[in-house]
T-cell receptor
Framework: QKEVEQNSGPLSVPEGAIASLNCTYS??????FFWYRQYSGKSPELIMFIYSNGDKEDGRFTAQLNKASQYVSLLIRDSQPSDSATYLC????????????FGAGTTVTVRA | GAVVSQHPSRVICKSGTSVKIECRSLDFQATTMFWYRQFPKQSLMLMATSNEGSKATYEQGVEKDKFLINHASLTLSTLTVTSAHPEDSSFYICSANPAYNEQFFGPGTRLTVL
């Protein structure tokens, strides 16, 4: 059973600050890593994916992957009230194994 | 990104009835789709993997006779909750992968069983 753990939160940050979300995974063979955002009552929305060690930036979002430490993180810069949501970390084995293992999610609240 | 639709978005039914939920990939073909269930304030729980042209693969603890999955075509998978009971009330979400690795979710179906 693949395990994915996230900071339980909730995480409260002021508008304009950086929100930092962390995720660890147990399966060392995991290949692909995803961050989803889920607003209350809605389904998850893919915001970032990363496959290689290092950083990947997309607008205000930066994903960081360290396979040796089995750690993936998401930074949200210049946080906005619209970023208030639950962020889900997900992992799969890759190589055509598309089944995802999800963390429990971290709820982020951005204070105006 | 790829688009996945679900129908209906919300359904209320009486205990003992069956409910069918449709999941469609609108702009790509999907040989594999996934069905999840999410209870309030909990994370997603994978129920089953739907495979086009073959039987679904169910996760441990999920009753295959209660949650019937049919993947009739490369763009359509259906989940039927048979003899629904109040404890089946939940948010059901499907997902699919286009040719690449990223998985996209449908908007979800909120089922309430009275």
């Amino acid at each position: 059973q693949k395990e994915v753990e996230q900071n339980s939160g909730p995480l409260s940050v002021p508008e304009g600050a950086i929100a930092s979300l962390n995720c660890t995974y147990s399966d060392r063979g995991s290949q692909s890593f995803f961050w989803y955002r889920q607003y209350s009552g809605k389904s998850p929305e893919l915001i970032m994916f990363i496959y290689s060690n290092g950083d990947k930036e997309d607008g205000r979002f930066t994903a960081q992957l360290n396979k040796a430490s089995q750690y993936v993180s998401l930074l949200i810069r210049d946080s906005q009230p619209s970023d208030s949501a639950t962020y889900l970390c997900a992992v799969n084995a890759g190589a055509n194994d598309y089944k995802l293992s999800f963390g429990a999610g971290t709820t982020v609240t951005v204070r105006a | 990104g790829a688009v996945v639709s679900q129908h209906p978005s919300r359904v209320i039914c009486k205990s003992g009835t069956s409910v069918k939920i449709e999941c469609r990939s609108l702009d790509f073909q999907a040989t594999t789709m996934f069905w999840y269930r999410q209870f309030p304030k909990q994370s997603l729980m994978l129920m089953a993997t739907s495979n086009e042209g073959s039987k679904a693969t169910y996760e441990q603890g999920v009753e295959k006779d209660k949650f019937l999955i049919n993947h009739a075509s490369l763009t359509l998978s259906t989940l039927t909750v048979t003899s629904a009971h109040p404890e089946d009330s939940s948010f059901y979400i499907c997902s699919a992968n286009p040719a690449y690795n990223e998985q996209f979710f449908g908007p979800g179906t909120r089922l309430t069983v009275l």
